[in-house]
């Protein structure tokens, strides 16, 4: 079986074409260097001389705040580019694995949204994503959609490594402590992604660490954990102004994963322990 990667150097690919290999399944890489997912000829002719069985789209503009001001390459990325890769997809017969985000959903309440909540998004980040769950949805009949939040690994930069290096620089961080959701760590979602994509239960999905907790309390047990005394100061998002708006309630219900028979990540706390083990 070949799979294909987008975005397969960026902070999910990297671990998603990893888990792939260990897996027995060859990962053809397609960063930008290897395919531009928005040049639609350039996708239908990497897609058909592939030779690949499916495509996990990990590919994405994901800076929240820039997405606010750079809405036309923000779309042209998270929609038009997705909407190219279902196409060919359909034609080719592939299975399309897209990773999508709880900023789909209002972000208000506290209860875990379900795959099927109503979708309104509270920034343009969230309103090219869900564009891009409807250009699957309406064009690829073999998907998968898989929401995650507040994403860190190894690679690139995450909430978890800007916290490191500020308590290296800083006695005190400010930390939001009104926004509620769920770390996810990328190897053990990589785990995940490679075994639906190997498989047929298609559908909505919703995959995060288990457990909840606010931004700064996840700030405080990275410090705890690693050993840092840096002092994490709870603030509310009215006193941590941002471009975008954030939503307060991320809490996402995996009742669509134990549904399909498939096992729940690892708890939040024990992944942040992994990662720090890793990362020294």
């Known amino acids: 079986m070949k799979i294909i990667v987008t975005g397969a150097k960026g902070q999910l690919g990297t671990d998603v074409v990893a888990q792939l290999e260990a897996n027995g399944i060859t990962a053809i890489a397609a960063d930008l260097q290897e395919l531009d ?5 350039a996708v239908e002719k990497f897609i058909a001389s592939s030779g690949a069985q499916g495509v996990i789209h990990c590919a994405a503009f994901t800076n929240v705040d820039a997405a606010e001001s750079e809405t036309d390459i923000c779309r042209k ?4 580019g997705t909407l190219n890769l279902a196409l060919s997809c359909e034609k080719h017969g592939l299975k399309l694995l897209y990773t999508s985000t709880d900023y789909v959903f209002s972000g208000e ?7 099927f909540s109503p979708k309104m998004p509270c920034n343009f980040y969230g309103i090219s994503k869900l564009e891009g769950e409807k250009a699957v949805e309406q064009n690829c009949s073999r998907h998968f959609i898989v929401r995650i939040s507040w994403v860190f690994g190894e690679n ?24 509620i959701g769920s770390p996810t760590y990328t190897k053990d979602l990589a785990k995940l992604l490679c075994e639906m ?12 660490n288990e457990g909840i907790c606010s931004w ?4 405080q047990t990275i410090m705890e954990y690693s050993g840092n005394e840096t002092k994490i100061i709870p603030v509310t998002s009215a006193e941590y102004k941002s471009v975008a708006a954030r939503p307060s309630n991320s809490r996402l219900s995996k ?6 028979g498939f096992e729940r990540l690892p708890p939040w706390q024990d992944a942040l322990r992994q ?3 890793n990362v020294n």
Request: proline letters at 2%; charged letters at 30%.
């Open 37 to 41: 997912i928005t040049d639609a000829a």
């Open 77 to 80: 990325i998270n929609y038009e």
């Open 109 to 115: 309440g506290s209860e875990p949204f379900e795959t």
């Open 156 to 179: 690139g930069k995450n909430f978890v490594k800007t916290m490191l290096r500020l308590a290296k620089e800083r006695s005190e961080i400010t930390v939001v402590c009104d926004q």
């Open 197 to 208: 994509i190997a498989g047929e239960k298609y559908g909505v999905y919703h995959a995060t």
């Open 216 to 219: 700064a309390e996840f700030a």
């Open 255 to 260: 009742k669509s994963l134990d549904e399909n």
């Open 275 to 277: 990662f720090l083990k």
